[in-house]
Structure formats: C-alpha cells, structure tokens
C-alpha cells in the first residue's frame, strides 16, 4: 500500500514539473508543455492565449516584471477558473441582491412612464415629423449668347406637415447611389435657408455648388434622379413664432440618451428624474465581487485589474 501511494506521489510530482504550470506567467511554456495541458483540458488553448496578450503588458517595463514575476500559470488558471465559476458568482450576486432590494425600490413603472412621456413629446416635435424634404428636378439657367449653362439650381420638395412653416434650413449632400453611405460629409454639405413662409407643398430652388455643378449641368432632372441620392438633414423649423429644436432642448439628457440607446441609461433617468442618490445594481454589487477576487488570490487580481485598465485606455473610441 505505501509503495502504491509513492507510487502515486511521484508521478503527481513529475506530471507537475513538466506541464510547466509553476512557471512564472513571463515565462513562454513548451510545445511540450502545452500538449500536456491541451490534452488535460480542452479549455486551455483560450487560457494560454489570453495569458499571451496579459504577458506582453507585464513585459512592457521594469516594474511591471518585477511586481508580478513571482505569478505562476498556476495561480492565475486557478484565479480564471473560480471568477468564471457560475455556482461562485450567483452566491455573491444573490447576497448582495437581497441587500440591494431592502435599499431600492422598483423604478421600472416609473422610468417606464417618462420614457414613454417623452418618446411622445419627441414624436411631435421632431424635425423629420413636421416637413418632407426630398428631391424634386433642376432647373438650368442659359447664357442669352449661347446655349452654355450659366447655373445649375437644385429644387426641392418642401411639403409642410403639421402646418405652415415660417422658416426653414436644411442641409444636404450629393452622392452617386452606387457608393452612398447616407452620411452628410463635412466638405461636401451644403446649407439651405428658406426664409419665407411655406403654406403648403411647393418646390423651391437653390444654386448649386460649383463643385456639384460641373457634373449636374450635363444632367437631366430624370437622370439625376436615377442616379444620385441627396441625403438631407433638417437643422431648423420655425413654426408658430417658435424654433422647434429648442422644444427638443427641453428633453432631460438622461431621457435623450436612453431613448437613444436603450435600457442601460435607465439609471441615469432614475438618478436626474427620480431618486438622486441611486445606484444601479451592477455598480452596487461591483465591489462585493471585487473583494471577493481579491480573496481567491489578491496579486493575481491587481495583474489583472491592471492589465483591464491598460487595454481599455489603449482603445480609441
């Protein structure tokens, strides 16, 4: 029986010293090696490329090498594991979500209703719901002496829908339909003033650039339409004495941005509309689960939180 166990003892030693898991992370391990571990888990193929990239920002400086030298594979597959342990995490999680119910109400009524307030309010006063700008012909003007264009005018469509329209600016830009982004560029946009009031559906006129004009004097009002997109932005209507956009200025930043880009600015609303001193429940529980990592194994934590911190400061948004 005790041969049986040395027996055992000694290959877990020599199975240990050569999956080369007590290595130091700046450490590369063997081909050798990394069949071992292949073989032993199928996951460790993700690990050792993550530990790949973590490698490359110890081994950026000095400090950085010596701080975290003494971190083994080891010890850095057995922090991943249990921070990636769902049973771990829901443990946490559930504990501070009790904690968290006793402190918080349920806002989601709440939030549902000034969204849905506000969702309205920008419905009616949004630019694109109170004129239709589109695309109508040209119109060239000719030389007396000759049939040579002297100018190119672009007419557009202004078609009122809520009402008369005391004034108008808009901007646009030409693109050939085969290549349009829809996106106005910064060099090629050009701006519309009409300052006269628009009653009803009427095509109004504006000189084109010159840039635009080289290509569009050779065109007819039928060609151009075939084969140009004009993508268009309303930047003001004046209605009723008012300019509208400034209706759109009294949405709370809060509400703009969730109804822009969903449910994740909802706290926001909570903390500008609601309950000043809220706290979402991600941000409540972050540091529950902080203390806990750092408990697993506090240096593999610091690398990693560092680590985190570096790789999204290089990222250009």
Known sequence: MKKLLLFFCSLFIIYSCTNGLNKSIIEPLTVDELKINMKRDTSFTDFYSMIQEIREYVLKSDVTQAKFADITYKRVKKYNDKINDTTFLRKIINEQREIYDSKFPDYTNEVDSILTYWQAYKSKYSLDSLVQIEYSELWKEYYSYSNDVK??????????????I?????????????SNDGKLGYFDTHRCLASSPIYSAKTLYWEADYSDEKYLANKTSSEVSK?????????EVRMHGENMSEKLEMI???????????PYYNG?????????????????????????????????????DEY??????????
């Open 252 to 262: 709370p930043e809060s509400v703009s941005d969730a109804l822009k880009y969903g």
């Open 268 to 304: 926001d609303v909570i903390r500008e509309l609601i309950d000043p001193n809220y706290v979402p429940f991600y941000e409540f529980s972050k540091q529950a689960l902080n203390d806990a990592y750092k408990t697993i194994d506090s240096e593999v934590y610091t690398l990693f």
């Open 151 to 164: 100018s190119v005018n672009i007419g557009f469509l202004i078609t009122p829908l809520k009402g008369t």
């Open 227 to 235: 084969e140009y997109a004009f993508n268009i932005e309303i930047v």
């Open 308 to 317: 985190y911190n570096d790789f999204y400061e290089d990222i250009d948004y």
């Open 166 to 178: 005391e004034q108008l600016i808009f901007r646009y830009s030409i693109k050939p339909k085969i």
